[in-house]
Protein backbone atom coordinates (compact mmCIF):
# COMPACT_ATOMS: atom_id res chain seq x y z
CA UNK A 1 0.00 0.00 0.00
CA UNK A 2 1.31 3.71 -0.98
CA UNK A 3 -0.60 5.51 1.85
CA UNK A 4 -2.10 4.85 5.42
CA UNK A 5 -5.97 3.87 4.65
CA UNK A 6 -7.83 1.30 6.18
CA UNK A 7 -9.88 -1.47 4.66
CA UNK A 8 -10.63 -4.87 5.95
CA UNK A 9 -7.50 -6.17 5.63
CA UNK A 10 -5.72 -4.11 7.54
CA UNK A 11 -4.02 -5.16 10.47
CA UNK A 12 -3.24 -3.13 13.40
CA UNK A 13 0.17 -2.60 16.39
CA UNK A 14 -0.07 0.16 18.85
CA UNK A 15 2.16 1.15 21.86
CA UNK A 16 0.71 0.89 25.56
CA UNK A 17 1.63 3.03 28.18
CA UNK A 18 0.76 4.99 31.22
CA UNK A 19 0.44 7.83 30.06
CA UNK A 20 1.40 7.22 26.26
CA UNK A 21 -0.44 10.25 25.01
CA UNK A 22 3.09 12.19 24.54
CA UNK A 23 4.98 9.44 22.30
CA UNK A 24 5.80 9.83 19.26
CA UNK A 25 5.77 6.42 18.35
CA UNK A 26 2.51 6.23 16.00
CA UNK A 27 4.55 8.88 13.89
CA UNK A 28 7.54 7.02 13.30
CA UNK A 29 6.06 3.41 12.86
CA UNK A 30 3.10 4.88 10.31
CA UNK A 31 5.96 6.18 8.43
CA UNK A 32 7.78 2.93 8.09
CA UNK A 33 4.93 1.16 7.58
CA UNK A 34 3.74 3.74 4.60
CA UNK A 35 7.71 3.35 3.29
CA UNK A 36 7.51 -0.64 3.48
CA UNK A 37 4.18 -0.41 1.39
CA UNK A 38 2.60 -2.95 4.23
CA UNK A 39 -0.97 -3.20 5.18
CA UNK A 40 -0.25 -2.14 9.25
CA UNK A 41 -1.84 0.83 10.81
CA UNK A 42 -0.02 1.74 14.37
CA UNK A 43 -2.01 3.40 17.12
CA UNK A 44 -1.08 4.79 20.98
CA UNK A 45 -3.43 3.06 23.21
CA UNK A 46 -3.36 4.87 26.82
CA UNK A 47 -3.09 1.36 29.06
CA UNK A 48 -3.35 1.67 32.83
CA UNK A 49 -1.16 -1.07 34.46
CA UNK A 50 -4.42 -2.85 36.03
CA UNK A 51 -5.74 -3.36 33.17
CA UNK A 52 -2.66 -4.34 31.46
CA UNK A 53 -3.34 -8.09 31.14
CA UNK A 54 -7.15 -7.30 29.78
CA UNK A 55 -5.54 -5.05 27.19
CA UNK A 56 -2.68 -8.05 25.92
CA UNK A 57 -5.93 -10.36 25.93
CA UNK A 58 -7.71 -7.93 23.46
CA UNK A 59 -5.03 -7.23 21.32
CA UNK A 60 -5.24 -11.10 20.81
CA UNK A 61 -8.65 -10.93 20.27
CA UNK A 62 -8.57 -8.63 17.38
CA UNK A 63 -5.55 -10.28 15.51
CA UNK A 64 -3.51 -7.07 16.11
CA UNK A 65 0.13 -7.82 14.57
CA UNK A 66 2.21 -5.82 17.67
CA UNK A 67 2.79 -4.01 20.67
CA UNK A 68 5.15 -1.88 22.07
CA UNK A 69 5.41 -1.40 25.46
CA UNK A 70 6.60 1.39 27.68
CA UNK A 71 6.27 2.81 31.12
CA UNK A 72 5.32 1.27 33.33
CA UNK A 73 4.58 -2.05 31.57
CA UNK A 74 7.65 -3.76 30.52
CA UNK A 75 8.59 -5.69 33.76
CA UNK A 76 5.31 -5.89 34.53
CA UNK A 77 4.25 -8.37 30.94
CA UNK A 78 6.91 -10.82 31.32
CA UNK A 79 4.67 -12.91 33.19
CA UNK A 80 1.95 -12.56 30.35
CA UNK A 81 3.48 -13.56 27.44
CA UNK A 82 2.65 -17.09 26.09
CA UNK A 83 6.78 -17.07 25.12
CA UNK A 84 9.90 -15.28 25.49
CA UNK A 85 12.62 -14.54 22.95
CA UNK A 86 16.19 -14.86 24.11
CA UNK A 87 16.51 -11.34 24.63
CA UNK A 88 13.47 -10.91 26.77
CA UNK A 89 14.89 -13.48 28.64
CA UNK A 90 18.21 -12.06 28.46
CA UNK A 91 17.38 -8.49 30.03
CA UNK A 92 14.28 -8.89 32.03
CA UNK A 93 12.20 -6.77 30.18
CA UNK A 94 9.61 -6.84 27.26
CA UNK A 95 8.73 -3.70 25.23
CA UNK A 96 7.96 -5.80 21.85
CA UNK A 97 5.57 -8.39 21.30
CA UNK A 98 4.68 -10.23 17.91
CA UNK A 99 1.36 -11.46 17.61
CA UNK A 100 1.85 -15.11 15.99
CA UNK A 101 -1.02 -17.31 15.03
CA UNK A 102 -0.44 -21.25 14.96
CA UNK A 103 -0.91 -23.13 11.27
CA UNK A 104 -2.64 -26.48 11.08
CA UNK A 105 1.16 -27.63 11.23
CA UNK A 106 1.78 -26.65 14.75
CA UNK A 107 3.74 -23.73 13.42
CA UNK A 108 3.71 -20.30 14.76
CA UNK A 109 3.46 -17.83 11.81
CA UNK A 110 4.03 -13.90 12.88
CA UNK A 111 0.41 -12.50 12.36
CA UNK A 112 1.39 -9.59 10.38
CA UNK A 113 3.53 -11.82 7.65
CA UNK A 114 0.15 -13.98 6.46
CA UNK A 115 -3.20 -13.13 5.73
CA UNK A 116 -4.21 -16.77 6.68
CA UNK A 117 -7.14 -16.61 9.65
CA UNK A 118 -5.83 -18.29 13.06
CA UNK A 119 -8.16 -20.28 15.59
CA UNK A 120 -5.41 -19.63 17.92
CA UNK A 121 -2.92 -16.64 18.95
CA UNK A 122 0.07 -16.09 21.40
CA UNK A 123 2.00 -13.42 22.25
CA UNK A 124 6.05 -13.50 21.75
CA UNK A 125 7.91 -11.21 23.81
CA UNK A 126 11.16 -9.67 22.73
CA UNK A 127 13.21 -6.49 24.28
CA UNK A 128 14.83 -3.97 21.78
CA UNK A 129 15.75 -1.86 24.11
CA UNK A 130 19.19 -2.62 24.91
CA UNK A 131 20.45 -2.56 21.87
CA UNK A 132 19.37 0.20 20.94
CA UNK A 133 20.67 2.53 24.14
CA UNK A 134 24.20 1.91 23.26
CA UNK A 135 23.92 2.03 19.50
CA UNK A 136 22.55 5.44 20.32
CA UNK A 137 25.36 6.37 22.84
CA UNK A 138 27.99 5.42 20.43
CA UNK A 139 26.34 7.24 17.38
CA UNK A 140 24.72 10.20 18.58
CA UNK A 141 27.43 10.79 21.44
CA UNK A 142 30.77 9.32 19.27
CA UNK A 143 31.44 7.67 22.57
CA UNK A 144 32.26 4.39 23.17
CA UNK A 145 30.95 2.01 25.50
CA UNK A 146 33.97 -0.54 26.32
CA UNK A 147 36.26 1.48 28.70
CA UNK A 148 34.34 4.37 29.54
CA UNK A 149 33.15 5.52 32.87
CA UNK A 150 29.39 5.96 33.21
CA UNK A 151 27.28 7.61 35.86
CA UNK A 152 23.79 6.16 35.66
CA UNK A 153 21.03 7.51 37.31
CA UNK A 154 17.95 5.41 37.87
CA UNK A 155 17.61 1.56 38.35
CA UNK A 156 14.49 0.88 37.92
CA UNK A 157 13.04 -0.36 34.22
CA UNK A 158 14.92 1.39 31.79
CA UNK A 159 17.78 1.92 34.29
CA UNK A 160 18.38 -1.78 34.87
CA UNK A 161 18.26 -2.77 31.01
CA UNK A 162 20.83 -0.12 30.08
CA UNK A 163 23.32 -1.14 33.61
CA UNK A 164 22.83 -4.66 31.87
CA UNK A 165 23.55 -3.84 28.60
CA UNK A 166 26.39 -1.21 29.58
CA UNK A 167 27.85 -3.94 31.97
CA UNK A 168 27.96 -6.56 29.27
CA UNK A 169 29.68 -4.24 26.57
CA UNK A 170 32.55 -3.24 29.41
CA UNK A 171 31.47 0.04 30.91
CA UNK A 172 33.19 0.93 34.41
CA UNK A 173 29.70 1.58 35.81
CA UNK A 174 28.48 3.87 39.22
CA UNK A 175 24.38 3.76 40.05
CA UNK A 176 22.47 6.23 41.92
CA UNK A 177 18.93 5.65 42.43
CA UNK A 178 15.97 7.26 44.74
CA UNK A 179 16.31 3.96 46.47
CA UNK A 180 19.61 2.39 47.49
CA UNK A 181 18.12 -1.17 47.30
CA UNK A 182 17.15 -0.89 44.59
CA UNK A 183 20.95 0.30 43.04
CA UNK A 184 22.62 -2.10 45.51
CA UNK A 185 20.37 -4.92 43.64
CA UNK A 186 20.92 -4.35 40.22
CA UNK A 187 24.61 -3.98 41.25
CA UNK A 188 24.57 -7.21 42.66
CA UNK A 189 22.66 -8.87 39.26
CA UNK A 190 26.43 -7.16 37.68
CA UNK A 191 28.77 -8.84 39.51
CA UNK A 192 26.59 -12.01 38.89
CA UNK A 193 26.34 -11.66 35.25
CA UNK A 194 29.36 -9.78 34.16
CA UNK A 195 32.48 -10.37 37.35
CA UNK A 196 34.45 -8.49 34.60
CA UNK A 197 32.14 -5.44 34.92
CA UNK A 198 33.73 -2.72 37.01
CA UNK A 199 30.65 -1.30 39.10
CA UNK A 200 29.76 0.75 42.27
CA UNK A 201 26.72 2.28 43.91
CA UNK A 202 26.80 6.28 44.19
CA UNK A 203 28.62 9.16 42.65
CA UNK A 204 32.16 8.87 41.20
CA UNK A 205 34.92 10.86 42.86
CA UNK A 206 36.39 11.83 39.37
CA UNK A 207 35.61 12.61 36.03
CA UNK A 208 33.21 10.86 34.40
CA UNK A 209 33.00 10.33 30.34
CA UNK A 210 29.03 10.32 30.81
CA UNK A 211 25.87 10.78 32.55
CA UNK A 212 22.60 8.75 31.37
CA UNK A 213 19.18 9.74 32.67
CA UNK A 214 17.17 6.93 32.90
CA UNK A 215 14.38 8.25 35.64
CA UNK A 216 11.18 10.08 35.02
CA UNK A 217 12.45 13.20 36.09
CA UNK A 218 12.26 15.63 33.20
CA UNK A 219 9.04 14.39 31.95
CA UNK A 220 7.89 18.05 33.49
CA UNK A 221 8.60 21.52 33.98
CA UNK A 222 8.10 21.18 37.61
CA UNK A 223 10.42 18.00 37.85
CA UNK A 224 13.59 18.34 40.16
CA UNK A 225 16.92 17.35 38.42
CA UNK A 226 17.34 13.93 38.73
CA UNK A 227 20.66 14.01 40.50
CA UNK A 228 22.25 15.86 43.55
CA UNK A 229 24.02 18.96 42.66
CA UNK A 230 25.96 18.69 45.59
CA UNK A 231 27.94 15.37 44.58
CA UNK A 232 27.81 16.15 40.77
CA UNK A 233 29.62 18.60 38.92
CA UNK A 234 28.51 18.32 35.37
CA UNK A 235 31.73 20.70 34.55
CA UNK A 236 33.37 17.39 35.27
CA UNK A 237 31.66 15.27 32.44
CA UNK A 238 32.28 14.63 28.88
CA UNK A 239 28.74 13.60 28.12
CA UNK A 240 25.24 13.44 29.22
CA UNK A 241 22.45 11.56 27.73
CA UNK A 242 18.63 11.70 28.64
CA UNK A 243 16.01 9.11 28.07
CA UNK A 244 13.61 11.79 28.06
CA UNK A 245 12.62 12.87 23.59
CA UNK A 246 9.85 14.93 24.91
CA UNK A 247 10.76 17.45 26.06
CA UNK A 248 13.74 17.56 23.43
CA UNK A 249 15.79 19.05 25.95
CA UNK A 250 15.07 18.41 29.60
CA UNK A 251 16.48 20.86 32.73
CA UNK A 252 19.30 17.96 33.18
CA UNK A 253 20.43 18.61 29.16
CA UNK A 254 19.75 21.78 29.32
CA UNK A 255 22.33 22.35 32.37
CA UNK A 256 24.55 19.74 30.76
CA UNK A 257 25.02 21.52 27.73
CA UNK A 258 25.24 24.80 29.60
CA UNK A 259 28.20 22.69 31.17
CA UNK A 260 30.29 21.76 28.00
CA UNK A 261 28.75 18.70 27.98
CA UNK A 262 28.32 17.07 24.60
CA UNK A 263 24.70 16.13 24.83
CA UNK A 264 22.06 14.08 23.57
CA UNK A 265 17.87 12.93 24.20
CA UNK A 266 16.98 9.92 23.54
CA UNK A 267 15.26 9.64 20.40
CA UNK A 268 17.88 7.73 18.88
CA UNK A 269 17.38 4.72 21.61
CA UNK A 270 13.71 5.34 20.34
CA UNK A 271 14.33 4.92 16.34
CA UNK A 272 16.41 2.44 16.92
CA UNK A 273 14.07 -0.01 19.53
CA UNK A 274 11.31 0.87 17.04
CA UNK A 275 13.03 -0.10 13.81
CA UNK A 276 14.11 -3.17 15.09
CA UNK A 277 10.22 -4.00 16.39
CA UNK A 278 9.22 -3.08 12.71
CA UNK A 279 11.46 -5.76 11.60
CA UNK A 280 10.28 -8.41 13.98
CA UNK A 281 6.72 -7.66 12.95
CA UNK A 282 7.00 -7.51 9.21
CA UNK A 283 10.06 -9.59 8.22
CA UNK A 284 11.18 -6.70 6.41
CA UNK A 285 14.48 -4.43 6.72
CA UNK A 286 13.28 -0.81 8.43
CA UNK A 287 13.80 2.01 6.33
CA UNK A 288 15.65 4.27 9.20
CA UNK A 289 15.81 7.40 6.83
CA UNK A 290 11.70 7.73 6.83
CA UNK A 291 11.42 6.96 10.27
CA UNK A 292 14.27 9.32 11.87
CA UNK A 293 12.75 11.65 9.32
CA UNK A 294 8.96 11.58 10.72
CA UNK A 295 10.37 11.77 14.36
CA UNK A 296 12.01 14.66 14.05
CA UNK A 297 9.15 16.25 12.42
CA UNK A 298 7.15 15.06 15.41
CA UNK A 299 9.24 15.97 18.22
CA UNK A 300 10.95 19.20 16.58
CA UNK A 301 8.73 20.33 14.43
CA UNK A 302 11.54 19.73 11.46
CA UNK A 303 10.13 18.56 8.05
Not at 135 to 143: G, H, Q, T
Not at 150 to 166: C, D, E, F, H, Y
Not at 222 to 228: A, T, V, Y
Amino acid sequence: MDDLSVNPYTKLCAVLGYPVRHSASPAMQNAGIQTLGVNLRYLALETHPDDLGRAIDGAKALRFAGLNLTVPHKLLAIPMMDALDASARTWGAVNTVRLEGRTEGGEWIPIAQSDVTFSEIRTHGFNTDADAITRSIREDLDLPIKGSRILLLGAGGAGRVAALKLAEEGAHLWLVNRTLEKATAVKQEIQQRFPACQVEVGYPGDVVDLVINATSAGLKPEDPLPFDTARLDLGAVASAYDMIYQPAETPFLKLARESGCRTANGLGMLLYQGAKALEIWTGKEAPLQAMKEALHSAVYGIR
